[in-house]
């Protein structure tokens, strides 16, 4: 789910200018991001997706904006990060699109920062201008095991079903009778082609 962190201060921040990098009087923002900011109970795998109203992948710009973006612990740990930009030539649609994916399983019930340097440049050459920060809480060790119990307990009718000893039981006698009926019409048949 994708919810507004901050617009450009004309209102809107759309700029899009078609894949140029928007209006060069346009600043850079962050219009979106999931998790959102504040967001709680976050479950793992995280990975975040910032969505900004300019192209930020660019090749003129990718390789410097690839340092502006950094994930800490409370106590100010650097989180070591993959970061993904699209190819803006192949996909077009994400050139306004960063995703920041931890390389190390987070802590249960810990917030995270992820702060984006105001260095962060566009196509066009805008700056965002400030970091910026969003956070996050990750859920609980307890959240986490009752999700993983709901799951299991969802699949757990077809599967104890499927394999319970009264089935067995009940598949087991069915097939014996089959059996044994053919068996009795086998050598009625016989019987019959012997006594004709």
Excluded at 22 to 51: F, H, W, Y
Excluded at 116 to 136: C, M, R, T, W, Y
């Amino acid at each position: 789910m994708l919810l507004p962190v901050a617009f450009a201060a004309n209102g809107g921040g759309g700029g899009g200018g078609g894949g140029t990098g928007g209006g060069k009087d346009d600043p850079l923002a962050l219009v979106a991001s999931d998790p959102e900011d504040g967001a709680t109970d976050v479950m793992q795998p995280v990975e975040i997706r910032l969505v900004f109203n300019k192209n930020v992948v660019h090749m003129s710009v990718r390789d410097a904006n690839m340092e502006k973006f950094k994930m800490t612990t409370p106590d100010g740990t650097l989180v070591p990060l993959e970061i993904r930009m699209a190819d803006d030539q192949i996909e077009p649609e994400k050139r306004e699109e960063v995703y920041l994916i931890p390389q190390e399983q987070l802590l249960p019930d810990t917030v995270y920062t992820i702060t984006i340097s105001g260095g962060l440049e566009s196509k066009s050459n805008a700056v965002l201008g400030q970091d910026i920060n969003l956070s996050f809480r990750t859920a609980t060790a307890e959240v986490s095991a009752s999700t993983l119990d709901t799951v299991s307990q969802d699949e757990l009718p077809r599967t104890s079903s499927a394999l319970s000893p009264s089935a067995v039981g009940i598949a087991v006698f069915v097939l014996l009778i089959g059996a044994a009926i053919g068996i009795t019409v086998a050598k009625r048949l016989r019987h019959q082609k012997k006594t004709q």
